[in-house]
Nanobody, 127 residues
Framework: QVQLVESGGGLVPAGDSLRLSCAASGRTLRWYVMGWFRQAPGKEREFVAAITWSDETTSYADSVKGRFTISRDSAKNTMYLQMSSLKPEDTAVYYC????????????????????WGKGTLVTVSS
């Protein structure tokens, strides 16, 4: 497994932007797909975005398409989630994840099957 540590969460007003980071360590990331899930209070964990480490293929949930951008810096072993035009419904704990499932399939990836998880970072968007 790979170790994942998120950072960058916080409290922002609606319409603002925020960038989350996920630092990875422990194993080579070449064969991994990394991504983000989120879990709002009282709701199930849901897919947000994913990126293939080797070729940067990306995948997004419909709810964030056009507002969020996922990227990675291989030199720093770090993945990012740039979130713009934030809405109150984006409020959640955001979890970094790593798995071997191809990025386009992450929208159907059950959270219990994900290979590695970070501990999460809270994003709160005020109205």
């Amino acid at each position: 497994q790979v170790q994942l540590v998120e950072s960058g969460g916080g409290l922002v007003p609606a319409g603002d932007s925020l960038r989350l980071s996920c630092a990875a360590s422990g194993r080579t990331l070449r064969w991994y797909v990394m991504g983000w899930f989120r879990q709002a209070p009282g709701k199930e964990r849901e897919f947000v975005a994913a990126i293939t480490w080797s070729d940067e293929t990306t995948s997004y949930a419909d709810s964030v398409k056009g507002r969020f951008t996922i990227s990675r810096d291989s030199a720093k072993n770090t993945m990012y989630l740039q979130m713009s035009s934030l809405k109150p419904e984006d409020t959640a704990v955001y979890y970094c994840a790593a798995d071997y499932t191809p990025a386009p399939a992450w929208g159907h990836l059950p959270s219990y099957r994900v290979n590695s998880w970070g501990k999460g970072t809270l994003v709160t968007v005020s109205s």
